[in-house]
């Protein structure tokens, strides 16, 4: 057997306990020897004994195949190619593209998921005759016969109804329980270890958890001098002094507009998301105090903890026994008359959603006929965004539990953990989530019932009773603080306003300029456009630096 592996097992000792018992020979005390020796004794049945982030290729020489798997969220990525009877794998798109030979031809459809999502989610990739392999899957390829099978190995579990008859304090203590154990096993490691505190609800419960494993936990909060309103070093240090963690606040140099040239070089696939800025900015900083960090993401996306969340929830409580087609003309007249960045825009455009059914994409970035005027005439050009929304919408499950698990298959793993990653990577700083460990993924889906995640009026509410229960009594359970940087502000005037437009109004750009050039005008007047001119921009400027053809 050899194997290439990206990623960490946290329950390796106990695999290599058990495999031990079972007569395998271990010459190493690393979790890669791991991973091999569950493969000799489970076969592809090893994936659901894994707990941790992964991405690793497997070739066994005796049957003549390749086993590739990715873990369950998607915490470390993969990408493909299988053409020519030649299979291509890598963890970064860029290696596969450091082959000059390679095409390098846009996916279209990719590019129109981009436009309306922010992100390329599922088994596409932004390059024609690239997949990704998606969270949860395994691929097997037969070097013989050129035959190749993707299969899913884990899903979301639905929510099992009898776990009703568990009151709300034995769901608490089971929460509990597993938090704490998936902390201590995150925090198994031979290299300095840290905690991304923000001073949040997500980061403030891991580092209580921290502090039951380890007697000095390390703990760090990033300032952004000069915007107060993204300063959260009070309540972090609220949190640290507490439980007395050596505490370092780390100060944030300004973000230079050229900082993303290296954003489009790192992330391989364009992706929408400013906050991949202040992420790269802190993940440098703490490189040069740890090397592994925990933090707290996931959190949102498995007990409602995003705000659209108790919106959706009043929109469907007010508006969801009108007729549909009431609802549904009004949506539909919305993008003739109100502009894009027109505030409430993309909520007027949900109100015609089923809500037995389908979930609304209130974070949309460009709508159909947008999409269409940016390509302008390009003849390769088709929208499928909406199709491909579609099919991946989860039919199970009351309102709620459709919402959530729509975000943490899309949201969370194209474009929360895919900055984490790549911004961490850049500088050699492995983030670890432990909201991810997969016991925990089971029992927030399929044992947590909707009504103590988010109501119309409240919102991670088994979370911040978890709070009540290990936080000091003065910590704010109900602030939401989003990880952003002041783009609006940046874009009014000087060296980002710069960019921007050089980017956009360019001749080689390929997004129409006339229409760009119109989103550039409405920003300036006070529309809120900014992180869709920051997605065109990174676009740009991703296939500007790898030269990627039309």
């Known amino acids: 057997l050899v194997i290439i592996f990206?990623?960490?097992?946290?329950?390796?000792?106990?695999?290599?306990?058990?495999?031990?018992?079972?007569?395998?020979?271990?010459?190493?005390?690393?979790?890669?020897?791991?991973?091999?020796?569950?493969?000799?004794?489970?076969?592809?049945?090893?994936?659901?004994?894994?707990?941790?982030?992964?991405?690793?290729?497997?070739?066994?020489?005796?049957?003549?195949?390749?086993?590739?798997?990715?873990?369950?969220?998607?915490?470390?990525?993969?990408?493909?190619?299988?053409?020519n009877g030649q299979l291509r794998f890598a963890s970064e798109l860029k290696a596969l593209m450091s082959d000059p030979s390679f095409s390098r031809k846009i996916n279209y459809s990719a590019l129109d998921a981009y436009l309306a999502m922010g992100y390329i989610p599922g088994d596409l990739c932004i390059l024609d005759k690239v997949n990704k392999l998606p969270p949860a899957h395994y691929l097997v390829f037969d070097i013989e016969t050129n035959h190749l099978k993707v299969s899913r190995y884990w899903s979301i579990p639905d929510f099992q109804e009898n776990n009703e008859s568990e009151n709300d304090s034995q769901i608490l203590d089971r929460l509990e329980t597993l938090l704490e154990d998936s902390v201590r096993l995150q925090m198994i490691a031979d290299v300095p270890i840290g905690v991304l505190l923000s001073g949040?609800?997500?980061?403030?419960?891991?580092?209580?958890?921290?502090?039951?494993?380890?007697?000095?936990?390390?703990?760090?909060?990033?300032?952004?001098?000069?915007?107060?309103?993204?300063?959260?070093?009070?309540?972090?240090?609220?949190?640290?002094?507490?439980?007395?963690?050596?505490?370092?606040?780390?100060?944030?140099?300004?973000?230079?507009?050229?900082?993303?040239?290296?954003?489009?070089?790192?992330?391989?696939?364009?992706?929408?998301?400013?906050?991949?800025?202040?992420?790269?900015?802190?993940?440098?900083?703490?490189?040069e105090h740890c090397t592994v960090a925990l933090g707290g993401d996931g959190g949102d996306e498995l007990f409602g903890g995003y705000p659209h969340y108790s919106r959706l929830l009043w929109m469907q409580n007010k508006f969801g026994l009108l007729p549909r087609f009431m609802r549904s003309s009004v949506s539909s007249t919305i993008p003739r008359f109100l502009p894009l960045g027109f505030k409430g825009r993309?909520?007027?455009?949900?109100?015609?959603?089923?809500?037995?059914?389908?979930?609304?994409?209130?974070?949309?970035?460009?709508?159909?006929?947008?999409?269409?005027?940016?390509?302008?005439?390009?003849?390769?050009?088709?929208?499928?965004?909406?199709?491909?929304?579609?099919?991946?919408?989860?039919?199970?499950?009351?309102?709620?539990?459709?919402?959530?698990?729509?975000?943490?298959?899309?949201?969370?793993?194209?474009?929360?953990?895919?900055?984490?990653?790549?911004?961490?990577?850049?500088?050699?700083?492995?983030?670890?989530?432990?909201?991810?460990?997969?016991?925990?993924?089971?029992?927030?889906?399929?044992?947590?019932?909707?009504?103590?995640?988010?109501?119309?009026?409240?919102?991670?509410?088994?979370?911040?009773?978890?709070?009540?229960?290990?936080?000091?009594?003065?910590?704010?359970?109900?602030?939401?603080?989003?990880?952003?940087?002041?783009?609006?502000h940046w874009l009014d005037k000087g060296p980002w306003s710069d960019l921007f437009h050089e980017t956009l109004q360019s001749s080689n750009a390929i997004f129409d300029r006339k229409v760009t050039g119109k989103l550039l005008q409405e920003q300036k007047k006070g529309l809120s456009n900014s992180e869709r001119l920051f997605a065109l921009v990174l676009f740009e400027l991703w296939r500007n630096e790898y030269k990627i053809e039309l």
């Open 346 to 488: 993309n909520w007027l455009q949900a109100f015609g959603v089923d809500f037995t059914k389908d979930v609304p994409l209130v974070a949309s970035f460009f709508d159909k006929r947008t999409r269409m005027d940016l390509m302008g005439a390009n003849n390769h050009w088709h929208t499928t965004a909406e199709m491909l929304l579609s099919n991946r919408m989860p039919r199970k499950g009351d309102f709620l539990e459709r919402v959530t698990r729509m975000d943490f298959e899309n949201y969370l793993s194209e474009d929360i953990l895919v900055k984490v990653d790549r911004a961490s990577m850049m500088n050699s700083l492995e983030v670890r989530a432990p909201f991810l460990d997969f016991r925990i993924l089971d029992f927030a889906f399929g044992q947590v019932p909707s009504r103590l995640k988010t109501t119309s009026g409240n919102r991670k509410i088994l979370l911040k009773q978890l709070c009540e229960r290990v936080l000091p009594s003065a910590f704010d359970k109900e602030r939401k603080q989003g990880f952003s940087i002041p783009l609006k």
């Open 200 to 287: 949040g609800v997500d980061s403030s419960l891991v580092t209580a958890m921290a502090v039951r494993t380890v007697p000095k936990v390390k703990t760090f909060t990033i300032t952004f001098p000069g915007y107060a309103k993204y300063d959260e070093t009070e309540h972090a240090r609220l949190i640290a002094k507490h439980f007395n963690t050596q505490h370092l606040e780390l100060q944030a140099d300004e973000a230079n507009p050229d900082l993303l040239e290296a954003m489009a070089r790192q992330f391989d696939e364009p992706m929408a998301d400013s906050s991949m800025i202040p992420t790269y900015l802190v993940s440098k900083l703490i490189r």
């Open 6 to 83: 990206n990623g960490e097992i946290y329950n390796f000792q106990e695999l290599r306990g058990q495999l031990k018992v079972k007569g395998h020979i271990f010459h190493t005390a690393s979790d890669t020897e791991v991973i091999m020796n569950a493969y000799k004794e489970w076969g592809i049945g090893c994936l659901g004994h894994f707990n941790g982030m992964f991405a690793f290729a497997l070739f066994d020489k005796t049957k003549r195949e390749i086993f590739i798997a990715r873990d369950r969220a998607g915490e470390k990525p993969l990408f493909y190619s299988h053409e």
